[in-house]
Nanobody
Framework: VQLVESGGGSVQAGGSLRLSCAAS????????MAWFRQAPGQQRELVAS???????AYADFAQGRFSISRDNDKEMVWLQMNRLRPEDTAVYYC???????????????WGQGTQVTVSS
């Protein structure tokens, strides 16, 4: 599956952004999806995931501020980010795998990333 992210940008602390990920090339509905992020000098980390059955999971830092959703008919995944903080600054990546356990692996599918910058 091919993934294309959009929606990144620059916002002030406390603001909101909505990231979008458009999928193509495979049966989207069977895929588990996730958002990862990578800040400069840091390892890539999981932000949120959503299974093919729409079960959601969040990193502790995302809980209560971020929301992941998907629309299988539109083959889209979104990440709504509210109350953004400077430490949320990173490149955000959309990720897909047929198995939830495969999310984040090198064998899974990755988008090109979209930059999110939060200023204080």
């Amino acid at each position: 599956v091919q993934l294309v992210e959009s929606g990144g940008g620059s916002v002030q602390a406390g603001g909101s952004l909505r990231l979008s990920c458009a999928a193509s090339g495979s049966i989207f509905s069977i895929y588990a999806m996730a958002w990862f992020r990578q800040a400069p000098g840091q390892q890539r980390e999981l932000v949120a995931s959503i299974t093919s059955g729409a079960t959601k999971a969040y990193a502790d830092f995302a809980q209560g501020r971020f929301s992941i959703s998907r629309d299988n008919d539109k083959e889209m995944v979104w990440l709504q980010m509210n109350r953004l903080r400077p430490e949320d600054t990173a490149v955000y990546y959309c990720n897909a795998d047929q198995y939830t356990d495969g999310l984040g692996s090198d064998d899974s599918s990755w988008g090109q990333g979209t930059q999110v910058t939060v200023s204080s």
